[in-house]
T-cell receptor, first 110, second 111 residues
Framework: NAGVTQTPKFRILKIGQSMTLQCTQDMNHNYMYWYRQDPGMGLKLIYY???????DKGEVPNGYNVSRSTTEDFPLRLELAAPSQTSVYFCASSGAYEQYFGPGTRLTVT | TQLLEQSPQFLSIQEGENLTVYCNSSSVFSSLQWYRQEPGEGPVLLVT?????EVKKLKRLTFQFGDARKDSSLHITAAQTGDTGLYLCATHSGGYNKLIFGAGTRLAVHP
């Protein structure tokens, strides 16, 4: 059982470039989330989705976009990357109560 | 927005020692979850506590929820090197199973 998978594992971007972080879950969960984790800051919610076609902003959405065309996939798009977006990004899905996290994508913007 | 404060921020101990880490808030928790995150991986849920005064045990880990539901603690007995990691507390906020996380306690257990 794969759970939540994320690609890529690592990425280096130049300022102004764009990229999409991929997230897939195989648990048929309706709820999915994107977080960023900065050193000493815990996890901050970027966007979340309660089902296919339904997304909403979290605490720190600026500079990001999401889509949810299927139950399984929840990609996160970075447009015009900035150094402030250097972070580790985690995707998660949730059934009744617990959140299940992917292994993360470490992104550096230089 | 509810804030979760975790202490200490860092903890470095020898194998076999006992330790306690804390999670506090100025507001009442609806429920409180503890996650452990190992280096290079995502957080994994350890336990959920819901009732004031509740105590849950998971092998050498003991979780306690304060009577007023504003604080929680995690006690590890006879720490092992495999306990090394980042311990995060989290609480539900705003529906849809959304979570607010504390900044975490980074634990290093040395042989």
């Amino acid at each position: 059982n794969a759970g939540v998978t994320q690609t890529p594992k690592f990425r280096i971007l130049k300022i102004g470039q764009s990229m999409t972080l991929q997230c897939t879950q195989d648990m048929n969960h309706n709820y999915m989330y994107w977080y960023r984790q900065d050193p000493g800051m815990g996890l901050k919610l970027i966007y979340y989705s309660v089902g296919a076609g339904i997304t909403d902003k979290g605490e720190v959405p600026n500079g990001y976009n999401v889509s949810r065309s299927t139950t399984e996939d929840f990609p996160l798009r970075l447009e015009l990357a900035a150094p402030s977006q250097t972070s580790v990004y985690f995707c998660a899905s949730s059934g009744a109560y617990e959140q299940y996290f992917g292994p993360g994508t470490r992104l550096t913007v230089t | 927005t509810q804030l979760l404060e975790q202490s200490p921020q860092f903890l470095s101990i020898q194998e076999g020692e006992n330790l306690t880490v804390y999670c506090n808030s100025s507001s009442v928790f609806s429920s409180l979850q503890w996650y452990r995150q190992e280096p290079g991986e995502g957080p994994v849920l350890l336990v959920t506590v819901v009732t004031g005064g509740e105590v849950k045990k998971l092998k050498r880990l003991t979780f306690q929820f304060g009577d007023a539901r504003k604080d929680s603690s995690l006690h590890i007995t006879a720490a092992q090197t495999g306990d090394t990691g980042l311990y995060l507390c989290a609480t539900h906020s705003g529906g849809y199973n959304k979570l607010i996380f504390g900044a975490g306690t980074r634990l290093a257990v040395h042989p």
